[in-house]
């Protein structure tokens, strides 16, 4: 390795020493139902996120809220120096992107069918700790 990529390298591992994340594969909700709810709580302190996520109608709100509190028990492990209460944890980034398709058929009129996508998506969640 290069001195210049290892410099680099030593840099992005500084920078990620203060964020913990946590993913979810495969969750069965379309991934636009699941964005809208990840907007509400992207750039949210997490204790604010949380509630924000409990009083949700959605059904999105719940997995992402199992989500989030998987992300701060993650930070929680990484940097066991450090307190929740000393810190101002904050979601980071949230990031939804499509999974696979599940492709059902569904008869229709004259001896026809239509096809229904069942979408799915992966979430990835980045918590970082702001110093108060």
Do not use: C, Y
């Amino acid at each position: 390795m290069g001195a210049r990529k290892r410099l680099k390298a030593e840099e992005r591992k500084e920078n990620n020493k203060s964020i913990a994340f946590a993913s979810l594969k495969n969750s069965p909700i379309a991934p636009r139902k699941m964005r809208l709810v990840a907007d509400l709580i992207r750039g949210v302190e997490v204790n604010k996120a949380l509630n924000i996520l409990q009083h949700n109608p959605k059904e999105a709100s719940k997995s992402l809220s199992t989500l989030l509190r998987s992300a701060i028990a993650n930070w929680e492990i990484k940097n066991e120096d450090k307190s929740l209460e000393e810190e101002e944890l904050v979601v980071k980034t949230i990031e939804v992107s499509q999974a696979g398709m599940l492709k059902r058929i569904q008869p229709r009129a004259q001896g026809r069918a239509a096809r229904i996508r069942k979408r799915s998506n992966h979430v990835r969640i980045v918590v970082d700790g702001v110093k108060n």
